[in-house]
C-alpha cells in the first residue's frame, strides 16, 4: 500500500514538472498578428476600450514591446471601478501581435484595424 502511494505521488509530481514546462512554450506565439505600425494598433485600442466603457489608466513602453493597463469604469452607478487588467502590444518581424487582450475587445480591435 506505501509503495503504491509512493508511486502515485511521483506521478503527480512528474505530471506538474511537465506541465509547467509545457504551458510556456504553448503561450508562445498565440495572439492575434497585424501588418499594421504600432502607433496605428495604440490609436485603435484605445478607442475600443473607450468604446466599451473602460477607463485607460498607463501605458508603459518597453522598447517593442508596450504594456495598457485599464479597468471597468462604473458606467455612472457610483460602485467604483472594476480590477486593473492589462494587454501586451508586442512588434514581432514588423507585425504587431496583441498578447492577453479579451476576446470580446479582441474582435473589435479586429474590427477598427480593418477600417
Known sequence: MRARRAVHA?????????LSVAMPAA???KGKHYAVSG??????TR?????QGYELVRIARD??????YYRRGN????KGKGPMERMVIRTVNRRIVFEE???AILVDIDFQLKL
Open 10 to 18: 511521483f506521478l503527480l509530481v512528474l505530471a506538474a514538472l511537465t
Open 27 to 29: 503561450a508562445q506565439g
Open 39 to 44: 502607433d496605428k494598433a495604440m490609436e485603435a
Open 75 to 78: 458606467n455612472g452607478r457610483g
Open 101 to 103: 487582450a479579451p476576446s
Open 63 to 68: 522598447g517593442d514591446t508596450q504594456v495598457i
Open 47 to 51: 478607442v475600443v476600450l473607450q468604446r
